[in-house]
């Protein structure tokens, strides 16, 4: 069975500070990861997925993450905040063959000025 | 770009009353999905469905059916509304991609149910 923790329910940092997600999964077979981003009343839009190959993956809006296999992490990253990033963020993890897609409870990022 | 449209974006039902969420997506995806999303427990998910008329129990059915007569609608029916399906409802898209599901799922702007 495949699960996905997020560690944080609410991480807050200020604008032009690094932003750091954590996510850990399990997976019993090769995974795919994805973050995914939710803006208030709005449904959830793709920010990157690891699928195979290169371990780090660059995302819309300045995001990137990386795929380590030892540590079974995906967290996601952010060099410099902006107040548009605040937002809630899911990631989730999937694998090839399958038709679920596993979601992390989410971290809400709040940006202060 | 994908659209994935849900009908309602906000609905008020009583107890007892028969609700139905509709999702039509535009791009011919094979997969469709409904979630339910809660504060602090993620995004659950309910049913799916990979073809026209096929549907598989995600990992919380009860209380909920759907539908599938066309390729590019489903459908999620809540029988009989009850005060813990007040949520906010996800429908997803995917594509199979040469043979496989990347699991990349298309969502749509979800609809806000209260039971009163």
Redesign the interface.
Known sequence: AQS?TQLG?HVSVSEGALVLLRCNYSSSVPP?L?W?VQYP??????LL?Y?TGATLVKGINGFEAEFKKSETSFHLTKPSAHMSDAAEY?C??????????I????TRLFVKA | DVK?TQSSRYLVKRTGEKVFLECVQDMDHE?MFW?RQDP??????IY?S?DVKMK?K?DIPEGYSVSREKKERFSLILESASTNQTSMY?C?SSLWTRG???????????SRLTVL
Request: charged share 15%; net charge negative.
């Open positions: 996905v329910s795919y994805f995914y009343n709005q449904g959830l839009q793709l997925k699928t899911f989730a993890v999937s694998s090839t063959g399958g038709f679920k897609t979601f992390g409870a989410g | 994935v997969n979630y602090g427990l993620g995004l659950r998910l799916f990979y598989e995600g996800l997803a496989e599901n990347t699991g990349e799922l298309f969502f749509g702007e979800g």
